[in-house]
């Protein structure tokens, strides 16, 4: 054997076990990396414990304890989809059953309607007609009248649409009625006028409305103003004009400049400010800010404002952040691999036949057949999904997040989305589990069911069906 033949030889060999000393160091690498990740619990954002294992501070300690009923229920799969960017306080709202939880001599209702105030009933003031109430806006109308109000908007939606809300909205109506010890509005034909004259697209509860009448009427044009100062405020703000000849609303801020020369004459103008969303509430400065300018420039026209609702705006904005917080909730479980990892590329594949598409923000998104988003899947690393990257890499796990304010029909998405993290779950060779590393099986599916209606019900009961257009605003 030449010297040549045993350099190839011992090249040879070399090459082989280099090949197989770094498969082995790379597969030791990801499988510390798996260790590490599964080590660490994470923790449920409503057990009141912080990232870093830190208890709740102790003025926080109450109203935890309050919601025991619905954490122990949820924990390891229900989490906030987005932090809110200020500092907020646990509210005692709960949902379905967890009132429970409460001691016996709590005598305030777990729904309690977003136009009443926590610790006050508002006496019922005369009863008089639209007009007179526009006359005298410092008078406020009872808790009663306001949801009566509430309720004849949802009226003036689609029934399919608001059905079962009008239902749900009657029982908590009724319920808080009977609470509250005030008498029943006394003229439903008058509440009905009255609640019409708002566009169906606003909400009471959730937007501070300013009514403008122009009995001898305004024209188009004159809002100029108006429309530019309404679009100096961020939370949402909106302005309409009535046609005087069809009764239509019109959406002001929608127009350029060309459609504003329109000579079309109005009967009536509305506008109004979103009291809160994700981010919080409206500050009170801001409120003011709305409220004076609007005022100003009306009186410009020589007409007057009528502010809607009959309640402090600051104190509404914090009431319906409140409840917000306590509902604004997410499904969320992960299908990880059973041992090592897989390829992305199969991730792809399975995904794709689900019908599931890839998104601009690097997740894959279910819609359904009118275009709203129903669930995503995200990569369990936090790694956005690109096309390239779904080539080449391999992967651990996905998460799988249904956002449940925002998506209509929860408990049937909620169904579709288990099914198809099943099936993926067997192609991979991977298992459905909490962020607590828990199995999922069917006791802990019909927990997750039971809260999905506890949550849709308590919504409901504020006249925010989840999905909808005001579900929408207010969780954005």
């Excluded at 054997?1 to 770094?22: E, K, N, P, Q, R």
């Excluded at 790379?26 to 954002?45: L, P």
């Excluded at 651990?396 to 993926?424: H, K, W």
């Amino acid at each position: 054997m030449s010297d040549l033949w045993m350099i190839l030889v011992l090249l040879g060999v070399s090459i082989v076990l280099a090949v197989v000393v770094f498969n082995w160091w790379q597969e030791k690498k990801y499988r510390k990396d798996v260790e590490y990740r599964f080590s660490h619990t994470r923790t449920d954002v409503l057990a009141g414990e912080s990232p870093g294992g830190q208890k709740a501070e102790a003025g926080q300690k109450s109203a935890a304890a309050d919601k025991n009923a619905v954490t122990e229920d949820v924990e390891g799969w229900m989490s906030e989809p987005r932090v809110r960017q200020s500092a907020k306080f646990e509210p005692e709202f709960t949902v379905g059953d967890s009132q429970k939880a409460k001691p016996a001599t709590a005598q305030k209702p777990a729904n309690p309607p977003l136009n009443k105030q926590a610790n006050e009933t508002r006496p019922l003031p005369p009863k008089s007609t639209p007009a007179a109430l526009n006359a005298d806006s410092k008078q406020e109308p009872s808790i009663a009248a306001l949801q009566q109000q509430a309720a004849q908007e949802i009226t003036e939606a689609p029934a399919a649409v608001h059905g079962q809300q009008v239902a749900d909205y009657a029982q908590a109506y009724d319920a808080a009625e009977a609470q509250s010890d005030v008498p029943a509005p006394g003229n439903p034909e008058q509440e009905a006028v009255f609640a019409a004259a708002l566009p169906v697209l606003l909400h009471t509860a959730m937007d501070w409305v300013g009514v403008i009448d122009a009995p001898l009427g305004v024209m188009l044009a004159e809002l100029e103003d108006l429309q530019a100062e309404a679009r100096t405020f961020p939370h949402h703000a909106t302005l309409w004009g009535q046609s005087s000849a069809d009764a239509k609303w019109l959406d002001v801020l929608a127009m350029d400049a060309a459609a504003m020369q329109n000579k079309i004459p109005l009967s009536q103008v509305v506008c109004s400010l979103q009291l809160a969303d994700r981010g919080g509430p409206v500050d009170q400065e801001t409120l003011k800010r709305f409220q004076k300018s609007m005022e100003t420039l009306a009186r410009a026209l020589g007409l007057s404002i009528h502010w809607q609702g009959g309640y402090e705006p600051s104190q509404q904005a914090q009431e319906i952040d409140t409840f917000c917080i306590e509902v604004d909730k997410a499904v969320e479980f992960h299908v990880l691999a059973n041992q090592g990892m897989f390829h992305a590329t199969k991730l792809r594949g399975l995904a794709e036949a689900c019908g599931l598409q890839l998104s601009a923000e690097g997740r894959f998104e279910l819609f359904n057949n009118v275009g709203e988003l129903e669930f995503s899947v995200r990569n369990y690393e936090g790694k956005p999904f690109s096309g390239e990257m779904l080539k080449t890499t391999v992967m651990t796990g996905v998460t799988f997040q249904l956002d449940i304010p925002t998506t209509a029909d929860s408990m049937q998405v909620f169904d579709r989305m288990v099914e198809l993290a099943r099936n993926m779950a067997a192609s991979l060779s991977a298992s459905l589990i909490d962020v607590n590393r828990k199995p999922i099986g069917d006791p802990q599916l019909d927990k997750i069911r039971q809260q999905l209606k506890n949550i849709s019900n308590a919504m409901a009961a504020q006249g925010i069906v989840p999905g909808s257009s005001h579900a929408k605003r207010l969780f954005s």
